[in-house]
């Protein structure tokens, strides 16, 4: 088992940022890529960024790219996400998840494990 724990979320005004952070514990974290998941009240989950076990190679949500950076500390076992230039859409609760597969993905189905959640509000 993989237990993942996200912190950082609140409460921020828009054009703010926030980093989000979620430590993992139970495994080899260095095994597994990485993802943020996000999702909105009454919307589906959606894919936001993932990043390579190495931390070489990241994608993103065609929503947050240029304003949302993932990265890894494998020494730490934690993976974060920074968020620039915040508006009210990206309100949500904001879910990283780990994903032993050869390649990385944007469904979230491909993902083993998941943390509990951390909500981030935007305010206008």
């Known amino acids: 088992q993989l237990q993942l724990v996200e912190s950082g979320g609140g409460l921020v005004q828009r054009g703010g940022s926030l980093r989000l952070s979620c430590a993992a514990s139970?495994?080899?974290?260095?095994?597994?890529?990485m993802g943020w998941f996000r999702q909105a009240p009454g919307k589906e989950r959606e894919f936001v960024a993932y990043?390579?076990?190495?931390?070489?190679?990241?994608n993103y949500a065609d929503s947050v790219n240029g304003r949302f950076t993932i990265s890894r500390d494998n020494a730490k076992n934690t993976v974060y996400l920074q968020m620039n230039s915040l508006n009210s859409e990206d309100t949500a609760v904001y879910y990283c998840?780990?994903?032993?597969?050869?390649?990385?993905?944007?469904?979230?189905?491909?993902?083993?494990?998941w943390g509990q959640g951390t909500q981030v509000t935007v305010s206008s």
């Open positions: 998840a780990a994903d032993n597969s050869m390649m990385g993905s944007t469904k979230g189905s491909r993902y083993e494990y």
């Open positions: 139970g495994r080899t974290f260095s095994s597994y890529i």
């Open positions: 990043i390579s076990r190495t931390g070489g190679n990241t």
